[in-house]
């Protein structure tokens, strides 16, 4: 290093060692007790003072002023507290009113979907057992579909409709012989 920059560094450690010896003289200096009595005696002396002096004498001798001041202040506390209940309580009622309403819209909507789900099953068990109906008679669904008599152009009657092997369907699919 050079002379210069250790000269630098012993005048930055003498600034250093000085600032932290003041610091430690003002941390003595600045308990609460000497704070109170500084501001005490700053408001006795000067303009804080005068102030202070004015105030209590205008209020000794006109004391009106204070007491409406006085009680507006305290009708607005009140009046901000009354109000703050009212919402308060206003907010719980709401809450209460929306979950009761909730509550019944779903009700409503369980209900709707119970019948919704009545008709659908009852539809399904029709559609269901009319092809049940169909499967176990066949010969009555075609009979159903188709006349055994109808005029051909030639102004003949046609021969019933018959399964394969000579029968009615009806008579085959039973197990039953009515020839």
Not at 54 to 79: D, F, H, K, T, Y
Not at 111 to 128: F, I, K, L, P, Y
Not at 132 to 155: I, K, Q, Y
Request: glycine share 8%; proline share 5%; hydrophobic share 35%.
């Amino acid at each position: 290093m050079t002379p210069h920059s250790e000269r630098l560094e012993q005048q930055a450690d003498r600034t250093r060692t000085q600032l932290s010896a003041t610091l430690e003289e003002l941390r003595a200096r600045m308990t609460p007790g000497q704070v109170i009595d500084s501001v005490l005696e700053y408001a006795k002396e000067g303009s804080t003072a005068e102030f202070l002096n004015n105030l209590g004498r205008e209020i000794r001798q006109n004391p009106l002023p204070l007491v409406l001041i006085s009680i507006g202040i305290a009708w607005l506390i009140v009046a901000s507290t009354r109000s703050t209940q009212r919402i308060t309580a206003g907010t719980a009622s709401s809450a209460g009113q929306k979950k009761a309403d909730a509550t019944t819209a779903a009700s409503a909507e369980s209900v709707r979907t119970q019948q919704w789900r009545r008709e659908r099953s009852g539809r399904v068990s029709d559609v269901t057992s009319g092809a049940a109906d169909c499967t176990r008679d066949p010969g009555d669904a075609v009979a159903d579909r188709v006349p055994e008599a109808t005029s051909n152009p030639a102004g003949t009657a046609a021969a019933p409709v018959t399964a394969p092997g000579g029968t009615s369907g009806r008579e085959e699919f039973r197990g039953e012989s009515h020839e």
